[in-house]
């Protein structure tokens, strides 16, 4: 007994040396000095219904890249009376409460894009879509998600290691990405997007909004200490 706890103390202290600290601290309040520096997207749109309108809530993109891993912030203007709240498992389909949906096309070339999604609840999905509006559920990688909630709202914040993907079209130091993202409201069944263009419809990741981005280094190093006996 004594010597499990032992080795559980070692793996525990050795894992926390080892992990790479965070530039933000990712608990859902955007709420760091470093977010004033990230590209800012306020155009969505009202997609489902199909209507394009300008949504009666305000939603606020944020996209921040950083050396560790490329920084997302959704904030969700809605009042309590709409919220969906429900946990649901991992990679769930349909998610219990309202999602925050986030797809980022890592290479630019407009062909394939990975799935960040995170529930007001907490619970997360990742998937990947390719040739435009094919959606599997059998990628997974290592990502950070939280939400966070107040009276006006809530927030979902992410951080994506670059690693995750590989990368595609660079010029230089930089390098092309392409994003979309929308909120959905079961309350009355409504989807809101940036940019506003149909989900997986048949030039669905072509259309994503592109953002040129400095290019980090997208290795990583992961560290699997034991104690064996």
């Known amino acids: 007994m004594h010597m499990k706890m032992f080795a559980a103390a070692v793996f525990a202290l050795l894992s926390l040396g080892l992990r790479p600290a965070l530039a933000i601290t990712v608990d859902g309040q955007l709420d760091e000095v470093e ?3 990230a590209q800012v997207f306020t155009d969505f749109r009202v997609l489902e219904p199909l209507t394009r309108e300008v ?3 305000a ?3 944020r996209v921040l890249p950083l050396p560790d891993g490329l920084y997302v912030g959704l904030r969700s203007e809605m009042p309590p009376e709409l919220r969906t709240y429900g946990r649901s498992p991992r990679d769930a389909p349909r998610l219990d409460a309202d999602p925050a949906i986030l797809l980022i096309d890592f290479e630019g070339l407009g062909k394939t894009a990975y799935e960040f999604t995170i ?4 619970s997360k999905r990742d998937g990947i879509i390719l040739n435009q509006n094919q959606q599997s559920r ?3 990688a290592d990502w950070q998600a939280a939400v966070h909630e107040d009276a006006t709202g809530w927030s979902a914040e992410w951080c994506i290691p670059w690693s995750v993907a ?3 079209a660079t010029h230089g130091d930089k390098r092309t990405i392409a994003v979309y993202a929308s909120r959905y409201i079961k309350r009355n069944a409504h989807r809101y997007a940036f940019p506003a263009i149909e989900y997986l419809g048949a030039n669905f990741v072509r259309d994503f909004q592109q953002l040129e981005v400095p290019r980090y280094s997208s290795s990583s190093l992961v560290w699997l200490p034991y104690v064996s006996l």
């Open 59 to 61: 939603t606020q993109l």
């Open 166 to 168: 590989p990368e595609g």
């Open 119 to 122: 529930s007001l609840s907490g």
């Open 55 to 57: 949504p009666p809530q």
């Open 138 to 140: 059998d990628w997974d």
């Open 35 to 37: 977010w004033a520096q």
